[in-house]
């Protein structure tokens, strides 16, 4: 439910309402808006009826029912898309597209810092690089760990660029959130409900990506986790999902894009790098992402690709990524965004 408070409505009429929820048994929800304040209860929707005894109570608009599963990731609860402020100067779900670059796995101070310098230069906003890999097969490189996540953050030292990387389990979670700026839960963990819960309680934006075979309500559902934990910052990422087209890793599903965006406030950024798994079809989903109105994009970049321990085959040379950064300025203007 919502409960729409009057534009006039006191800090006081807002306080009861808030303990009337709670009383209920409910968990309330404020979304401060311009003119007005919005509160969701969240909880069983067996005894919502009695929800509406709030109607009479001072200070209260009306009570409107949200239909969708997803509550507090719904347009309905929130008209404009939430703005996740990732530095003093970096937001995302604004008109800046935000670019997150780098390499799929840390792999050396020296290599975290070239891209981290390249990436920059070519107008990347954030810094992508997994510390902790969630491999498909226990005999891949697993990732440095904390060593990693030190280098991430040596990296954001001589950039200045605000740092995303994976969380893998509950138990490193607040470890990862010393470091980074952005904790990113991959496909393959989208649905670990600890995982989503535990990120759910820490005060860091949330990347969060697309399951490979998650349909768009589940992924919405997977987002609903975390908010319903406290944390409303949260981005979504569609990474590309399994079909039976093997000519690319996996199907970037575009249309996931505006769909997401009518259903959901979040913002939406896309992977091209894993949507594709193959570095000449980067550029060109990147631009259609764009077209497609999608917030942001994530895209691997290595200096040497042939020798990346992860996912060397869908990383970008530097000088690639820079020509496609070139040209993805033209996407984002004819979207009306800036770069
Ligand atoms: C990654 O970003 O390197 C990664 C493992 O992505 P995904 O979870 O989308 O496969
Ligand atoms: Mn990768």
Redesign the pocket.
Known sequence: MIIVMKAGATRQDRDEVLERIKELGYQPHVIHGTTRDVIGAIGDERGKLILHSLESMHGVENIVPILKPYKLASREMKRETTLIRLSDTVAIGGDEIIVMAGP?SVESEEQILECALAVKAAGAQVLRG?AFK?RTSPYSFQGMEEEGLKLLAKARELTGLPVVT?VINPETAELVAEYADIL?I???NSQNFALLKKVGQLKRPVLL?RGMAMSIQEFLMSAEYILSEGNQQVILCE?GIRTFETATRNTLDLSAIPVLRGMTHLPVIA?PS?GTGNYHYVAPMAYAAVAAGADGLMIEVHPDPERATS?GPQSLKPSKFASMMTTLRKFADAADRRL
């Open positions: 799929c997994g969630p994976e990113q991959g496909a393959r990506k990474r992977d894993h996912d």
